[in-house]
């Protein structure tokens, strides 16, 4: 008996039971719709514990301890706390639109598991364009927010929001153009093929500057810090989720973490290998490819909570500056730079031929050159930066200097 | 696969996307309060990138949720807010509005009668069950005795109308 | 499979209606609206008579993508035209804007 699609395995029992053909593969699908969108809804209760206690040691006190050995059955203390608030809706309030607002934020995000390859057997379903499904199901959370803000008939919340839609709109691109790279490397946008092709080399070694350009623009897609003008619980009374308390409210927040988590499983499918691990043991075992995909991913999601604890917010005109002025105009050089090189390693003949793809040796060649013309860009960048910095330094220092002599007399 | 007499998946996955994008198309011209009527919009084009899925065009279903729901839907709905404040003003129909509905009803009745039926009234199963890929399709846009030309129009187009929107919307300074 | 009539009959529906929005609707962002899904008629034409009639030609394909970049570009410059018309007369009804001199 397979068991590699649960299409094979539930419905013969189904059938041989006495269920009627198509519904038992209805069936079978729909509990295997269930069980995958059950996965991340279970990660993040270890989530919401996880990030309080890293939180709270960064900043030298405990975190949750109280409920359960070390606060480990905190999440579910949160939970019923906020199961018993009052259900709320707003005098004016839109009611359908209010409440389906965080239905769709957390929906944008688990859509996001169907694509994802857990396994050399398990995918949700091998889409042919899944790199392009995940940015067109990213623009959902985008509408949900303009859903929650406009139903809550409430004129912050709608000023708070036209700022998180401006953010999350111009972040879409240079997340898009980076998404690029890893599709141009392995030549097809599904994510299978993608994590696929780095068996040979992953692909944070042959393209360090995408990996980088996506990790910030996915952190200001889901509003983390530095980016959090989304939530700035000490600044703009909350933001577009002014009117949500309860259970909704609880809705928002963990779609949130589950966010975070989400980008930090596509960091590892994209960038670093997915469910490779090391000497083909995932071909023989796997169940350990899932293993490995959420080492991976907890390795980029604790990178991505040390960043947030230790760096100050930004405003939101830096932000829009630091989008179209900096990581735009670099993403498309990268993409530019890297089709390029692509084309110039091919010509020269050091690519690896196709039977010799999988061989971590075979792929150094090309590796070096790649990383070598990332790394030129990195520093060409910086130097741009750093030199326009000095230079209005300078001018700010001149400028200083000239005023007292003109004034006072 | 067969629910019932010819009730395969597909007619019902057609039956569904045809009362989503007509039920919404409808909620779209009907509906009093604009801000629904934003909404019934992306809920029609949903029901048109289900309908893409459907014809095997995938790059185009995906392309459809990430431009039109995702940009023009954000779009419509800032417009919205911007041109009418918060006051909950009910939107009114032309005085001529039964003559449009005339006008749209023939429309559609010639459309039927006139087109459709004589030409595609017999019409059946696709010609080939097997279709080109997205590869063809990335080819056939870059490929230099296809539609590389157009295609570089088209960006030339969009530059266009970015910097022309934002300048006519900018506010004088 | 579903018979070509029927995607061709929902497209004709799809571009009645739009019509009846464009004629009937006082507010320009209502028009505008009725705009769109007249444009999404005629992709999904395009994409039916692709897939039954020649699915080996990316003509139908090519074709739609491009009404969709014309769509979104038209879309936006007419949003902006109508914010600025909002900007100099409070009113975005379409029976208002019918002096040429401010």
């Known amino acids: 008996m397979q068991c590699d699609n649960i299409i094979n395995t539930l419905a013969p029992c189904l059938v041989q039971s006495g269920w009627n053909g198509d519904l038992a593969n209805f069936a079978s699908i729909f509990l295997g719709v269930i069980i995958l969108a059950t996965f991340p809804l279970l990660v993040t209760i270890v989530l ?8 709270a040691r960064i900043q030298d006190r405990l975190g949750p301890n109280r409920v359960g050995p070390f606060g480990l059955l905190q999440p579910f203390a949160d939970v ?3 199961l018993g608030k009052e259900d709320i809706t707003p005098a004016g309030a839109d009611k359908l639109i209010y409440n389906i607002a965080p239905v769709m934020m957390v929906m944008s995000v688990l859509l996001i598991w169907a694509v994802v390859p857990l396994s050399p057997i398990h995918v949700g379903m091998d889409l042919e364009i899944g790199a392009l499904y995940i940015i067109s199901v990213a623009s959902f959370g985008t509408l949900s927010v303009i859903f929650a803000s406009w139903s809550s008939n409430n004129k912050y919340a709608l000023l708070g929001a036209f700022r998180v839609v401006a953010q999350l709109i111009s972040y879409e691109v240079p997340l898009a153009l980076s998404l690029l790279i890893p599709v141009m490397l392995a030549g097809s946008m599904s994510l299978v093929d993608i994590t696929q092709a780095q068996a040979g080399m992953w692909f944070i070694f042959v393209a360090p500057l995408s990996a980088i350009l996506f990790f910030i623009s996915s952190q200001a897609e889901t509003g983390r810090a530095p980016f959090d003008l989304l939530e700035a619980e000490s600044e703009l009374v909350a933001g577009f989720n002014i009117e949500y308390s309860g259970m909704k409210f609880a809705l928002f927040f963990a779609g949130e973490f589950m966010h975070v988590f989400t980008n ?4 590892a499918v994209l960038f670093a290998g997915g469910y490779i691990g090391f000497g083909g043991l995932e071909n023989s075992i796997p169940l350990l490819g899932i293993v490995f995909l959420f080492l991976k991913a907890s390795v980029f999601y604790m990178l991505s909570l040390l960043i947030r604890n230790a760096i100050p917010r930004v405003r939101i005109d830096q932000l829009m500056n630091f989008n179209w002025k900096f990581l735009v105009p670099v993403s498309i050089v990268n993409v530019v730079m890297m089709a390029f090189l692509l084309k110039v390693v091919q010509a020269l003949g050091i690519a690896p031929t196709p039977e010799l793809a999988n061989d971590f040796v075979a792929n150094i060649p090309q590796t070096l050159v790649l990383f070598a013309g990332n790394v030129v860009l990195g520093l060409l960048v910086m130097n741009t930066v750093s030199s326009r ?21 | 696969m067969n629910f019932g007499e010819g009730l395969t998946p597909e007619a019902f996955a057609f039956g569904l996307f045809t009362i989503l994008t007509l039920g919404g198309a409808l909620g779209v011209v009907t509906s009093l309060n604009l801000v629904r009527a934003a909404i019934w919009l992306m809920l029609t084009l949903f029901g048109i990138a289900g309908y893409f899925v459907l014809l095997s065009a995938p790059f185009l279903a995906s392309v459809q949720v990430l431009v039109y729901i995702g940009a023009i839907g954000i779009l419509f709905s800032f417009a919205v807010m911007l041109t009418r404040g918060m006051t909950n003003l009910k939107e009114r129909f032309n005085d001529q509005w039964w003559l449009a509905g005339l006008a749209a009803l023939t429309a559609f009745v010639l459309l039927m009668v006139g087109v459709i039926v004589p030409a595609f009234g017999n019409s059946g199963a696709p010609v ?3 279709v080109t890929t997205t590869v063809d399709l990335g080819v056939a846009l870059v490929s230099g005795n296809q539609y590389v030309l157009p295609f570089e129009v088209a960006s030339l187009l969009l530059t266009a109308a970015m910097i022309g929107a934002i300048v006519i919307a900018r506010e004088d300074d | 499979m579903v018979p070509l009539w029927m995607y061709l009959t929902v497209a004709a529906a799809l571009f009645s209606i739009g019509m009846y929005g464009v004629l009937a609707r006082r507010n320009a962002v209502a028009v505008l609206m009725g705009i769109e899904l ?12 692709w897939r039954y009639l020649t699915p080996f030609n990316m003509s139908g394909q090519a074709f739609a993508a491009f009404v969709l970049v014309v769509a979104a570009a038209e879309v936006a410059v007419g949003l902006a035209i ?12 379409v029976e208002d804007v019918d002096m040429l001199k401010g």
């Open chain 1, 48 to 55: 919401i514990w996880f990030e309080r206690k890293f939180a």
């Open chain 1, 80 to 82: 019923i706390k906020l």
């Open chain 1, 264 to 267: 930090g499983v596509l960091m």
């Open chain 1, 389 to 409: 910095i000095r230079k209005e330094r300078l001018q700010e220092s001149a400028n200083r200097a000239i005023v007292p002599m003109g004034a006072g007399d």
């Open chain 2, 128 to 130: 080939s069950d097997q």
């Open chain 3, 38 to 49: 007249m444009l999404n008629a005629v992709n999904l034409n395009l994409i039916a008579f």
């Open chain 3, 82 to 93: 109508i914010i600025a018309v909002y900007r100099n007369r409070q009113s975005v009804e």
